[in-house]
C-alpha cells in the first residue's frame, strides 16, 4: 500500500512495516506533504486513515521494496572495515532516501549503531535545509525527517553545484566526526547528477568520505549505459547498482521548495527577534566579504556559530541599522552567536522562499 502525505493513518490490527519498521497496533504514522510511504502488510490488517489535502492512498501488488535493495544490506553486512561507510547516489526523486531508511532500519534491528549523514542541501531530510548534517538512529524509523541532527555544517545553499569546496568539507569533517560513534556510516547524497561538473563533483566528495561502496541508484527506464559511465567515474571505489523503487513519488520544483520551507519551520520554532552588535558579531559571506560589503542582506537565511564555530542554529536577518552597527535576526537559538553566516536564500515573515 502506497499513502502519499499529508496523511495520519493508525494500524488498528493485523502487521505491517515501512522500510523494514514494524509498525505495531495502534501506532499512529504521520505522512508529510510531498513524501509517500509503502506500508508491506505482513498479515490481514486494516487502518484507520486521515487524508490531509493532495493526500493519496492506493494498494499495488507484490513488494514495493526491490529485491535489490536485499542485496545492499547483504552487501553491507560483508564489509570488514569498521565502521562500514556506504555512499547513496541517485538522481532527483530517485529513492536515495528511502534506501537510506531502509537500510538504516535493517541494521538498527540488527542491534547496530547507525549513523545517517545527509548532504542534499536542497532536500535535507536531517538538519535543516542548506545543511549537512548526521543523526544517529536507535530505532527503526519511517522518515529520517524525524531524526534529531547531533551535528550540523552550514553551508548556506540549496545545491552544492553553488558551493561544491565548502559542500565537501561539511560533508567530509562530519564523516571524520561520526566514524567513531557508529559501526554502520551511511551517507545520503544530493540529486545532482548530470553533467561532468556532477560527476566530478560526487567523486571528489567519495574521494573525501572514502565509502567501502557506493550504491548507484537505477532509475525505470533509465539508460544503462549512463548508469555505467557514472560508475566508471568512481573508478577505484566499488560500486553496485541498486533498483530504484517502482513507483517512485516524483516532485515537482513546487513540491520540493515546500519541503524546505517545511524544514525552515521545524527549525524555526519559538523564533523570535534578537540584536547583535557587528562590533562583537563576525559577520561572514560564502566569500567572507564583510557586511558592509554586501549591501542589502535583509531576509537573507544565516547560520549562527560559537566562538569555536560550532554550528547553533540557523536564523534570517530582519534588519540591518549600519549607523548603530546591530544586525537584526530571527532565530530559536537562545546563545549570542560569535559568527553569523550568510547563505544565499531569503525568506519571508511565512518563512516563504523569496524569488530573486
Not at 530582519?318 to 546563545?335: H, I, M, P, S, W
Request: glycine share 8%; hydrophobic share 40%; proline share 4%.
Amino acid at each position: 500500500m502506497l499513502v502519499d502525505g499529508p496523511a495520519s493513518i493508525t494500524l488498528t490490527s493485523g502487521k505491517a512495516e515501512v522500510f523494514g519498521s514494524q509498525l505495531w497496533s495502534p501506532q499512529k504514522t504521520l505522512i508529510r506533504e510531498g513524501k509517500r510511504l509503502p506500508f508491506k502488510i505482513l498479515e490481514n490488517a486494516t487502518f484507520d486513515v486521515t487524508p490531509g489535502k493532495e493526500a493519496a492512498l492506493c494498494e499495488v501488488d507484490g513488494d514495493t521494496i526491490p529485491r535489490t535493495w536485499q542485496t545492499a544490506v547483504a552487501i553491507s553486512q560483508e564489509i570488514r572495515e569498521t565502521p562500514a561507510t556506504v555512499m547513496v547516489v541517485g538522481g532527483v526523486d530517485s529513492g536515495k532516501s528511502s534506501l537510506c531508511t531502509y537500510l538504516a532500519n535493517r541494521f538498527v534491528n540488527k542491534h547496530c549503531k547507525v549513523a545517517v549523514l545527509d548532504e542534499d542541501l536542497g532536500q535535507s531530510d536531517i538538519g535543516p535545509p542548506c545543511a549537512v548534517a548526521y543523526a544517529m538512529v536507535n530505532k527503526p524509523v519511517t522518515d529520517l525527517f524525524n531524526l534529531k541532527p547531533e551535528k550540523v555544517r552550514f553551508v548556506g545553499v540549496t545545491s552544492p553545484s553553488m558551493a561544491p569546496n565548502k559542500t565537501v568539507d561539511a560533508t567530509a569533517a562530519l564523516v571524520s566526526d561520526v566514524r567513531a560513534r557508529a559501526d554502520l556510516v551511511i551517507v545520503n547524497t544530493d540529486g545532482w547528477v548530470l553533467g561532468e561538473d556532477a560527476v566530478a563533483f560526487k567523486k571528489r566528495l567519495a574521494e573525501e568520505v572514502k565509502p567501502d561502496v557506493v550504491f548507484f541508484l537505477k532509475r525505470r527506464g533509465e539508460p544503462l549505459n549512463f548508469s555505467c559511465w557514472f560508475a566508471e567515474a568512481f573508478a577505484g571505489f566499488k560500486v553496485e547498482l541498486i533498483d530504484s523503487p517502482l513507483v517512485v513519488g516524483e516532485r515537482n520544483r513546487e513540491k520540493r521548495k515546500s519541503l524546505r520551507e517545511l524544514g525552515f519551520a521545524k527549525y524555526s520554532e519559538n523564533a523570535r527577534m534578537r540584536v547583535y552588535s557587528t562590533d562583537n558579531v563576525l559577520v561572514e559571506g560564502l566569500e567572507k566579504a564583510s557586511l558592509f560589503e554586501l549591501g542589502n542582506v535583509e531576509n537573507l537565511l544565516v547560520g549562527l556559530q560559537d566562538a569555536k564555530r560550532c554550528y547553533l542554529g540557523i536564523g534570517i536577518i530582519r534588519c540591518v541599522d549600519l549607523g548603530r552597527k546591530v544586525l537584526g535576526v530571527f532565530t530559536a537559538v537562545e546563545e549570542t552567536p560569535a559568527i553569523v553566516c550568510l547563505g544565499a536564500v531569503r525568506l519571508d515573515k511565512s518563512l516563504r522562499e523569496i524569488q530573486s
